[in-house]
């Protein structure tokens, strides 16, 4: 059974750091594209960051870059997530998703269908 476990959401202040956690089970992580997603109040999800079968494949939203950083521990089975210069904006339920197909992160790896299996979320809350 392919199952996703988030974790490392809290409360921190603008400009404070987090790291997310994604361990994942029933499957190999190292065999697909892994992506982190967010979901704010009263808005769409977004696609965060995404990362290939190497840690050299990367990509993220425009309002991350630069600041989070996509890397993951294939021994381990975990994806993770780097957070630095949190902003208020950043405030949102954090999961990670597995793409169904490719091995790299797709053109449009943002969207929602690529992906066959999601996590249940870590909360991530910016406020001072």
């Known amino acids: 059974q392919v199952q996703f476990v988030e974790s490392g959401g809290g409360l921190v202040q603008p400009g404070g750091s987090l790291k997310l956690s994604c361990e994942a089970s029933?499957?190999?992580?190292?065999?697909?594209?892994i992506a982190w997603f967010r979901r704010a109040p009263g808005r769409d999800q977004e696609g965060v960051a995404c990362?290939?079968?190497?840690?050299?494949?990367?990509t993220y939203v425009d309002s991350v870059k630069g600041r989070f950083t996509i890397y993951r521990d294939n021994e381990k089975n975990t994806a993770y997530l780097q957070m630095n210069d949190l902003k208020p904006e950043d405030t949102a339920l954090y999961y990670c998703?597995?793409?169904?197909?490719?091995?790299?992160?797709?053109?449009?790896?943002?969207?929602?269908?690529?992906?066959?299996?999601w996590g249940q979320g870590t909360q991530v809350t910016v406020s001072s």
């Open positions: 990362i290939g079968r190497t840690d050299e494949s990367t």
């Open positions: 998703a597995r793409d169904s197909i490719f091995m790299s992160c797709a053109s449009n790896w943002y969207a929602a269908f690529n992906y066959d299996h």
């Open positions: 029933g499957f190999t992580l190292g065999r697909h594209a």
